[in-house]
């Protein structure tokens, strides 16, 4: 297994229990790794999503849940690399939203695969020659 960057959807859905295959690659993950690794950026959208919700005791049981977790910042490489990928993106047509270029980036720089089970977005970057490798925990 290498070492990889969860997106907000795996990491969503492992939180609900939604798919046994999703939880048996993160108890993999986490056996050889100690911990699961994700961005500031997943932080960002989760906690949003709880926020619409008016849910601060959500917010709370998410934040202790990530709290032995590794989080990744978003620094200044990472955002000039999302840039450039959103750009990208953007001039040819196949835009994917703001979060979803960060993530990669963050990604991109510490050298992880990406997992997601929205390989479709994640694809358009690839296309445009960036090389993010992308793993399928829902498989």
Not at 51 to 63: A, C, D, G, L, V
Not at 106 to 132: D, K, M
Request: hydrophobic fraction near 40%.
């Amino acid at each position: 297994m290498n070492k990889g960057l969860l997106d907000t959807d795996i990491l969503s859905e492992l939180f609900k229990g939604v798919n046994p295959s999703v939880g048996r690659n993160a108890s993999a993950y986490r056996q050889a790794f100690g911990h699961l690794t994700l961005s500031a950026i997943t932080v960002m959208e989760i906690v949003s999503g709880l926020q619409r919700m008016q849910s601060p005791r959500r917010i709370q049981k998410f934040m202790n849940n990530i709290s032995g977790e590794e989080v990744l910042p978003f620094d200044k490489a990472a955002g000039k690399l999302a840039g450039e990928i959103a750009g990208d993106l953007e001039r040819t047509g196949q835009s994917i939203g703001i979060a979803d270029p960060m993530i990669a980036a963050v990604a991109l720089q510490h050298g992880l695969e990406l997992v997601t089970g929205n390989t479709a977005h994640f694809q358009r970057i690839q296309q445009l020659s960036y090389p993010l490798t992308l793993a399928n925990w829902r498989q």
